[in-house]
């Protein structure tokens, strides 16, 4: 579906402005009988929230879910799932000054050519504060994941600007240390050159790009459709929709330019496959092996240092955007990301159980490589 | 849309099997009145077909569409347009040995587990054979783009291998040469190097990896749709959707990760943009610029050099694919790619039409950057 | 779409549950730049609301709605208006004793089916309070429609029980004397008959069906899409999706089982129609004539009058509903088929225009019939 | 879905002009592994056939299905499954008087309105030759619904004009009787009646509308979907996209306008239901008894008597349609009824499954009521 709805069975409608009343979605599609309380959807939402380190925009909001409709005594009825949280936290005047500007590298300019209107407060629609619901609904899809079909979707910030995960890093985290670090970064010893890295970015006033990596471990073999609803296909939309992505790779991604045939795919064998350059996907169809993707965020645009742009009566100016802002909008990308992806398996999974809920399990299911993860697996 | 349906005004229905009788579509929501005829199918038809040169699978298909529907005295009606290609020049006994093994790498295994049921003539459904629909409904989507808006959708292979375009190429193609070989390379002087290349990689038995980059032309500022419609995010599934494509990549793309905010924004000035990092589209919606697309494609799964895999009893075997194949299905895949783009493009544009219909030219509108090629734009 | 969406370019999502905290909507696709006020939605809200007078349940709904998001200054920016209306009158505990025991002709037993779990209180989803956000989003489709399109979409009760307007009435409704009673009568002498009637009706315990009708002046030619997209197609079904609604006709309906096609057939004069016997469609596209449906009401199941039935441990019992309901949910109903009838015109407007805004107005096109009112036209 | 695809998981897509090279259609989303060879098609398509007897129109088509795709071995294999009949019965010249002409009350103005483009031969895509792929698909869902659900769809003419089935008829027809005369007419002895009123009918070149009455027995209660996705609001959207249908009724329909609640409601006892005035269906989700749906098919347009009406230059003149039509076109509808029918129900039960799969048998469950046939039960 198109504009503000996401997914075919499990259908999310997000709503709000940046800087209006309220932010909400909708939960449509999700099976009955879930048990799923308010304060659940606070530990990611929190993952997500700005102003939980100096290196996120120092708004602070409070982001208490309340469930409005879907949920009797602690369980999902079947019905839709509606959920709000009201905004706190809005400083619309700090937009004042660039009302009548737009923005070089910022949406502003492309809704202003499409809508002919405008609300400058905070980005209005365009905001990440919309990525809030995508957070809450996919808390929803996690927990459904989990329960039903023991899926775990997680990721962790891969690259921060020119920074890397260094040795014995090896491409398997410790989900316990990603958790750990404000960066989601997967090597603990590491955190102290982000910190003085990000230290010295905030000073400058520029912002700077990351790449972000979610690994869903546990997707059943037949998860996804062929053609134009293939998962991973579908994965690329989702993930290309959260806001300052650029790029999106499934497995070994563009890696694989420079990859022969054989150096490329995974070899099969009784007891598994023997390497994962596939993502997990062929054909569009899950293979039972982990789900891999990785997408790029491109440095905000919001910056205090000046730029050439035109105003709203076309004429040459600089701007220069005060206001709160991340000075990398990839740290938070991580919460979002497992969000999303976890919609579309948990869509997918819906979807497979339309059309092939009498095929069973066929044989021979190859085993999945070695787990992506350790420690708390 | 889910499955074999693609788009949501525009919307383009595949079906056949890539051994079966024939392959088809349908193409529902055309506006009325645009003059095609059943020949216009064959210049993009030509250079998606194998058989074109001898770097590309043996089989030589006469692609021949007949319009079976929704055109009447050479004009569209506004119902739906049915095309069909009769398959033949099928080989189904060149599959006989590996009708009950899987290929490493291929999607015979994932469609196996989902549905429990195979077709292993020519990878059945999942065969790239179906993408010679796409590229046909894109025919349509092309003409219309061009002449109700002045669009043009182009591309190019970008990368082969490691083996990269060369100066005094500068990713503004001249056109005309990248049609003057079979490999849709933009500088000609390195054809021979390609050649030599690919007959090497043809007699090892091996596979290669490729990028194809499209470029779009004309995009009026405003078509896209907020978070779930995103123009980029549309882009993504549709390359994405396209067999053996593992990544998408909008503008700059991944290189984002490793650029400040300061670089990535594209500067904007009365005469125009000063640069296209963002790839024509802010906050999915686009700028007015070009809209800029890269997508890599994997090395093919099907190889004559032997590989460990299973059998459909579960039992180790080694498998080698005789047949027709590709050595590099990156070559063919540009006027695939073309198509998506066109498909997407179309489909938005109908869609802005639709809701914003009345907002007309919105100013300041900014002009596009140096256009984006030279010679016959 | 499926569930608890509504329409294709516009679309309307529902959620709430009758005794839950709140119901709200989601309206996605809306044209920018139209004008919306809170206070806008009150004079539907109220016509539809229960309490207005003796002869609707008794429940009393303030019906404040708070627009959270997608309106600016006033207008529509384009982006998803949510609508949230805070439910302050329930009374859960009327539904206690009823909590174990199915109403016969209550989707309460069809509900506990479906997803295994039953939300009592009040119906939960299935509750008539669900049509306050339809109401709620038709506000916005009329006021849209007759800004952009001078149409109109008015209804009034046609049939109560065996009472049926009187002589002068001659199908052509004096739309101030609809909304000067309670009942949206179209005939001012009949309106004591009719509160002698409902008065005794409710005193008995008992219900009665009612049969409303929906006319659409103005609209132009050419809206509605042919085979599964057909206007009256859509009105069918959005006009069955009210709760209770058991019938649907178009034009002159199920009268036409025994009319003749020299009887049925709207004959054609350069000056207009001759008749309107198709209700302004043909083919599934509006002919320029007014749309006409009408629907059937059942008399509501919640009855203080005993009936066997069963309770969830599927022992025989017998059931008396206490609680506040309206013996004719048909009185109500109007302003509800109104909304539908708007919103699916809107939708369709807004499609036509995407795929077929360059074919402009056609000739002939003749004029439609005498119009279906006087007074206020 | 709008236009000319139809469904949501079970989604058919038609093509095809009456008078073009052919018609055909795509059936998506259909479960692997069920037996389909083409002779099956054959049954369906002979009942909706034209030339079957003299009562209907004289063009005779082959209707000889070829299965392009989606079927191997003679299994659906989950993909796509296109079905193509060629037209071969075409008689254009038929059409030559008319092509300046609108026939009033029928589509070809309307179209014309909407595309500004006229495809005369025939109706093009608005003739009842589109329904031949509706039947078509249906078969397919007939076949799946009785072998995985144990559900049969079957419908009767109940009223031919002015004539309804006498006693012993009671509204439980005798199903062998209904196959056994070419007006699918439930009293064997009332057929001769039946032919003299078509003899004479056609003798005087006029039509008669008629009333096609549904029963879908085996249904289990729980398919359908509340609000906008509920069971009677697909079934009337489905019926009403039949050519010529203007009106829908579930169960007891405009009778219910004057039933007293009392008498509507359908008491239920551990035994059973005692009656189905809900005609199986409860806010929009089924109960377990027989769904019965009932619709009117208005008179067609095209006589032979002269009729008012404007050529495309607006200028007045008389019609007169000469070329192969039915004086009575809604006695060929029921096989298309029942396809319909049966297509909302396979789609509703595969989505049913997606979000319920888990829910399981909810006791208590009410047997449905006596069946709604009898002889070949």
């Given at each position: 579906m198109g504009l503000n709805t996401f997914g075919h069975i499990l259908r999310v409608t997000t709503f709000g402005e940046s800087h209006g009343p309220a932010i909400g979605c909708v939960i449509d599609g999700c099976p009955p009988g879930l048990q799923i309380a308010?304060?659940?959807?606070r530990h990611d939402l929190e993952r997500r929230?700005?102003?939980?380190?100096?290196?996120?925009?120092a708004r602070r909001e409070a982001d208490e879910v309340e469930i409005?409709?879907?949920?009797y005594e602690g369980k999902t009825t079947g019905t839709p799932i509606a959920l709000l949280i009201r905004n706190t936290?809005?400083?619309?005047?700090?937009y004042a000054n660039i009302a009548q500007q737009f923005r070089p590298g910022h949406a502003d300019y492309s809704y202003w050519q499409k809508y002919?209107?405008?609300?400058?407060r905070g980005g209005?629609?365009?905001?990440?504060?919309?990525t809030t619901m995508r957070v809450a609904a996919g808390v929803i899809a996690k927990k459904w994941l989990a329960q039903r079909h023991g899926v775990t979707v997680r990721g962790y910030l891969a690259q921060l600007g020119g920074i890397t995960p260094r040795p014995p890093?090896?491409?398997?985290?410790?989900w316990s240390a990603v958790e750990d670090n404000p960066f989601f970064?997967?090597?603990?010893?590491?955190v102290p050159e982000l910190e003085t890295y990000m230290d010295a970015l905030r000073k400058s006033g520029d912002s700077i790009g990351a790449r972000v990596q979610v690994i869903a471990d546990?997707?059943?073999?037949?998860?996804g459709e062929p053609i134009y609803g293939k998962l991973d296909g579908e994965l690329a939309a989702a993930l290309m929709?959260?806001?300052?992505?650029?790029g999106v790779e499934i497995g070994d991604g563009f890696a694989a330019?420079?990859?022969?045939g054989t150096e490329h795919r995974d070899l099969m064998t009784p007891q598994g496959f023997l390497s994962n350059h596939a993502g997990g996907i062929l054909g569009g169809i899950a293979t039972g092996q982990p789900v891999t993707a990785s997408i790029v965020l491109k440095p905000t645009?919001?910056?205090r240092l000046p730029g050439q742009t035109v105003d709203v009566a076309g004429e040459p100016v600089e701007v220069v955007t005060t206001g709160r802002h991340d000075p990398?909008?990839?740290?938070?990308a991580t919460p979002i990301a497992e969000a999303m992806v976890a919609l579309v398996l948990m869509d997918q999974a819906l979807r497979h159980r339309a059309q092939c809920?009498?095929?069973?399990e066929v044989l021979p299911r190859i085993p999945g490589a070695a787990s992506s993860g350790n420690a708390d697996d």
């Open positions: 308010p304060e659940e959807f929230a700005t102003g939980r380190s100096r290196h996120t925009s409005l409709s879907g949920v936290d809005q400083r619309s005047k700090d002919g209107i405008r609300d400058p209005g629609r365009s905001s990440a504060r919309e890093f090896d491409g398997a985290p410790d970064w997967p090597c603990a010893g590491q546990g997707v059943p073999p037949g998860w929709s959260i806001n300052a992505v650029k330019v420079t990859q022969k645009s919001s910056l990398c909008v990839g740290i938070r809920g009498d095929v069973g």
